[in-house]
């Protein structure tokens, strides 16, 4: 196998599967802006992503503002902002608080804008609607960040910043219990499987359960991501919808840890092996039955579940409910932090989330340590 050298680029580096990826850091305005993303299969598509990449986390430091800079003004350009690093339904809730709470004040400076006065305004509105605590709470963490992105861009100065951090810091103290994860046993799961008679639904679910992936990781899935060999799925990019119907395959996903490779059963393998021969191998893995350049939509894939949820007579939950299922799942047999970490891998987790999140389940392993413990002792 010939091994192409390439110069030295700063900020490109390569995996150990052969895959590159960029880690880059970068001065504006003496703020250290660290640049990361992975995935790429050559060293040309790393070269020629990294411009754009930095164009894209930079520009918003990089840009000269005025103090007097007008509240409309800031919300435009910190909206553009968001979209390049949140999911769209976060940047349209900050809209629609903008346009609740803000609008009073879009032509004034974004300093007298948030003057204490207007902030605890604006606070008192959010506290009188009617609404539940947790929403409250999301509005005023809205509004922190807002505040604390026009004091990095220097169109807030430090006094007025700390003042409206001081009013929206005071969030209601009530907040409800998180919802509990509904997980399905071992048999929902198979009576979930036996229900499905269509062949490509079969591998979908199969492959679905197994990756334990988030959704838009699994409908991202291309033929490219697949090592027959290996028996290996890579995990480097997602589906991501910029509006209604309108997709986008980013190659930057939630964490750095949640670029993976995933190693599948040889069962499983072998029916992605037979699934490609059924289709040409090029392109999504599951695609769209309207357009076979387009994926299948998340929503799709939803109501399929929820069809053979019905079907088969097994707990209704959501596509992600999965995932933590196999989270538990993999926490219940884990026996040392080594199996831990290596589970982590496996679900694009870092170790601390995984334990932080999942260990009350290991309850056979804390019970195995509490019994050596009293033996030590």
Aim: glycine share 6%.
């Amino acid at each position: 196998m010939d091994i192409v050298s390439h110069a030295p680029t700063p900020g490109i580096k390569q995996k150990e599967d052969g895959t590159y990826y960029i880690d880059y850091v970068k001065q504006v305005r003496g703020k250290r802006i660290h640049i990361y993303s992975s995935g790429y299969q050559t060293f040309e598509e790393a070269k020629r992503a990294m411009p754009r990449l930095i164009e894209s986390k930079t520009s918003p430091y990089a840009q000269t503002r005025k103090m007097k800079t007008t509240l409309s003004e800031f919300l435009l350009e910190y909206e553009r902002y968001r979209l390049l690093h949140v999911r769209n339904a976060s940047v349209n809730f900050d809209k629609s608080i903008a346009r609740g709470f803000l609008a009073p004040y879009l032509f004034l400076t974004v300093t007298k804008a948030f003057e204490d006065v207007h902030v605890r305004a604006i606070y008192d509105a959010i506290l009188k609607k009617e609404a539940c605590s947790p929403w409250k709470n999301r509005c005023f963490g809205v509004l922190r960040q807002m505040v604390s992105t026009a004091f990095k861009w220097r169109v807030l100065g430090p006094d007025g910043y700390q003042d409206a951090l001081s009013i929206l810091e005071n969030i209601p103290e009530h907040r409800e219990e998180k919802k509990h994860r509904e997980i399905w046993t071992k048999s929902e799961k198979e009576r979930f499987l036996a229900s499905i008679e269509d062949a490509k639904d079969k591998v979908l679910f199969e492959l679905f359960l197994a990756l334990g992936a988030r959704i838009g990781e699994f409908a991202g899935l291309t033929w490219d991501c697949f090592d027959a060999k290996r028996g290996v799925i890579s995990i480097h990019q997602q589906l991501v919808y910029q509006s209604v119907g309108k997709w986008v395959l980013s190659k930057d996903l939630k964490t750095r840890e949640s670029y993976r490779r995933c190693k599948l059963p040889a069962r499983l393998v072998a029916m992605l092996k037979d699934y490609k021969t059924c289709s040409d191998g090029t392109g999504f893995m599951f695609r769209s039955s309207c357009n076979p350049d387009y994926p299948m939509s998340k929503a799709t894939l939803r109501r399929k579940m929820n069809h053979y949820i019905q079907k088969s007579g097994v707990r209704r939950i959501t596509p992600h409910c999965l995932r933590h299922g196999k989270a538990t799942d993999f926490m219940r047999i884990c026996k040392d932090m080594e199996e831990v970490k290596a589970a982590a891998r496996y679900l694009g987790h870092s170790a601390t989330m995984m334990v932080d999140t999942y260990g009350h389940y290991a309850e056979s392993a804390t019970e195995a340590v509490l019994r050596r413990l009293e033996k030590e002792g």
